[in-house]
């Protein structure tokens, strides 16, 4: 497995105070074999001379500048269009790994014979007295587990190529969050991920104020469209599975 190149896709927008930190976790990896593609997507602060500062530290990371905002769903599809890994794997400019967190899911993936790891998180708040939480997820899920809950969060997850192809965001209406939700149930519905789950948590998930998954009735809203539009469901198999969203993000949110 240690051949293996992993392609990591973080997308970054006015991300200037932040990227340096997750830059950092990902050049202090144990696993070695990744390559860094930093998509700059159109930023008004220094985010761009940020980025190619660190590009110049390690040659395993690539900037693309975007002249413009593309929106987190085009500027990933770009990164993922360009990657050259055997693995993709995703993190956020405001996320950062612990160091074993590549190597863990790659032993996990050869033991397992798994084509997606995920796993646990911590919860990063600055402005809370406790300021980190870590968050337990469903293991090993498959498509029903996702229609009740997104149980992958963007920054701990990673996917074999050769066996799932290189899968693209779909567009989602602007009135919409949760892109990533929508992403992982259209992979699930090819019916080829076979999952496994870090227990450990391998992630620091910055919880930012004001964030657009902060509001929870925009939240909820996505959610509830995201079964009905993406998925096909009728109402009353959505309403069945919102009941186990609305326990799950309940139990997540007691500490924001």
Same mark, same amino acid.
């Given at each position: 497995?240690?051949?293996?190149?992993?392609? +990591?896709?973080?997308? =970054?927008?006015?991300?200037?105070?932040?990227?340096?930190?997750? %830059?950092?976790?990902? +050049? $202090?990896?144990?696993?070695?074999?990744?390559? &860094? &593609?930093?998509?700059?997507?159109?930023? #008004?602060?220094?985010?761009?001379?940020?980025?190619?500062?660190? #590009?110049?530290?390690?040659?395993?990371?690539?900037?693309?500048?975007?002249?413009?905002? @593309?929106?987190?769903?085009? +500027? @990933?599809?770009?990164?993922? @269009?360009?990657?050259?890994?055997?693995?993709?794997?995703? =993190?956020?400019?405001?996320?950062?790994? !612990?160091?074993?967190?590549?190597?863990?899911?790659?032993?996990?993936?050869?033991?397992?014979? #798994?084509?997606?790891?995920?796993?646990? !998180?911590?919860?990063?708040?600055?402005?809370?007295? %406790?300021?980190?939480?870590?968050?337990? &997820?469903?293991?090993?899920? =498959?498509?029903?587990?996702?229609?009740?809950?997104?149980? +992958? *969060?963007?920054?701990?997850?990673?996917? /074999?190529?050769?066996?799932?192809?290189?899968?693209?965001?779909? *567009?989602?209406?602007?009135?919409?969050?949760?892109?990533?939700?929508?992403?992982?149930?259209?992979?699930?519905?090819? $019916?080829?991920?076979?999952?496994?789950?870090?227990?450990? *948590?391998?992630?620091?998930?910055?919880?930012?104020?004001?964030? @657009?998954?902060?509001?929870?009735? /925009?939240?909820?809203?996505?959610?509830?469209?995201?079964?009905?539009?993406?998925? $096909?469901?009728?109402?009353? /198999?959505?309403?069945?599975?919102?009941?186990?969203?609305?326990?799950? #993000? %309940?139990?997540?949110?007691?500490?924001?």
């Amino acid at each position: 497995m240690k051949n293996q190149l992993i392609s +990591i896709i973080m997308p =970054c927008y006015n991300a200037a105070a932040t990227l340096e930190q997750s %830059v950092n976790s990902i +050049i $202090g990896q144990l696993w070695t074999n990744w390559e &860094l &593609l930093i998509l700059e997507d159109g930023s #008004a602060d220094n985010t761009k001379e940020v980025a190619s500062r660190l #590009a110049v530290s390690d040659s395993r990371i690539k900037v693309i500048n975007s002249p413009l905002n @593309r929106g987190v769903v085009r +500027i @990933r599809n770009i990164g993922i @269009r360009l990657a050259k890994g055997d693995w993709i794997a995703f =993190c956020d400019a405001d996320d950062w790994w !612990v160091p074993q967190k590549l190597e863990w899911q790659m032993a996990l993936a050869e033991q397992k014979k #798994a084509n997606l790891l995920y796993s646990a !998180v911590y919860y990063y708040k600055e402005t809370s007295s %406790v300021h980190q939480k870590e968050i337990q &997820l469903l293991p090993d899920v =498959c498509y029903s587990d996702m229609l009740k809950t997104n149980a +992958i *969060p963007m920054s701990t997850a990673i996917y /074999r190529v050769n066996s799932l192809g290189k899968h693209y965001f779909n *567009p989602v209406s602007k009135k919409l969050i949760h892109e990533d939700y929508a992403y992982w149930l259209q992979l699930f519905k090819k $019916g080829k991920v076979q999952s496994a789950y870090v227990k450990k *948590p391998t992630t620091f998930i910055r919880l930012l104020p004001n964030s @657009r998954s902060g509001n929870l009735f /925009r939240a909820a809203k996505s959610h509830v469209l995201i079964l009905r539009n993406e998925c $096909g469901l009728p109402y009353h /198999r959505i309403a069945y599975n919102f009941v186990f969203y609305v326990f799950t #993000a %309940v139990k997540k949110r007691l500490f924001v």
